[in-house]
Structures are given as C-alpha cells and as structure tokens.
C-alpha cells in the first residue's frame, strides 16, 4: 500500500484551483526581455476604452521562453491541422503608454 501513495518518478502533480481554471481573456501580449528572462504582460483592449490594465504577467528564463516558443508552434501546427489555417488579419498598430520612458 505503501507503494500505491508514492508519486511515480518523473511525474509532477500540478493542481488547478477553480479560479484559476476560469483563465483571464487577453487580446494583446506585450513582450519585454533582459539578458536573464523574458516578460509576458498579457492585456485586454476593449474597443473605445483608452486605458486597459495588465491582467497577468509571466516571467520566464530564455530556456524556458524558448520551449514555451516550441510548444505553442507545435501546438498551433496541431490546430490548424485540424481545423484550418488560422487568418492572421492586419491590425492598424496600437500606440501604448506603458510605464515611465527609459532614460540612458
């Protein structure tokens, strides 16, 4: 029995609480790196409101940005495979104040 309640190696068990599981909607990734990670702001821009929040944001190490990079190519790969090619439309570009202005 003592066996049953060991985790198998390799495995991680990852836990999802329910609000989390709901996710947060995002229509602009605003993407931002230093020489040791990556940052993902993840925001959502309503149509005629001129001030939007940044509802997440992920750090991430080059590696792990790279891999996260492969995944979603794989994945987007899968999809398309399986139901078409996903149209990437022109969008007019969205001129943003985010944060104070770099000074060198």
């Known amino acids: 029995m003592a066996e049953d309640n060991k985790q198998k190696q390799g495995q991680i068990n990852i836990e999802l609480d329910q609000e989390t599981a709901q996710g947060i909607y995002s229509n602009l990734a605003i993407i931002n790196h230093s020489?040791?990670?990556?940052?993902?702001?993840?925001?959502?821009?309503?149509?005629?409101?001129?001030?939007?929040?940044?509802?997440?944001?992920?750090?991430?190490?080059?590696?792990?940005a790279k891999r996260f990079l492969k995944a979603m190519h794989d994945?987007?790969?899968?999809f398309e495979k399986q139901h078409g090619e996903i149209?990437?439309?022109?969008?007019?570009?969205?001129?943003?104040?985010f944060g104070p202005?770099?000074?060198a």
């Open 35 to 64: 020489q040791s990670e990556f940052v993902v702001d993840f925001v959502c821009i309503m149509p005629g409101v001129p001030k939007s929040k940044v509802k997440s944001r992920i750090v991430l190490t080059p590696q792990h």
């Open 75 to 78: 994945n987007v790969a899968r």
């Open 87 to 97: 149209k990437d439309y022109k969008q007019p570009p969205i001129p943003i104040n």
């Open 101 to 103: 202005t770099g000074e």
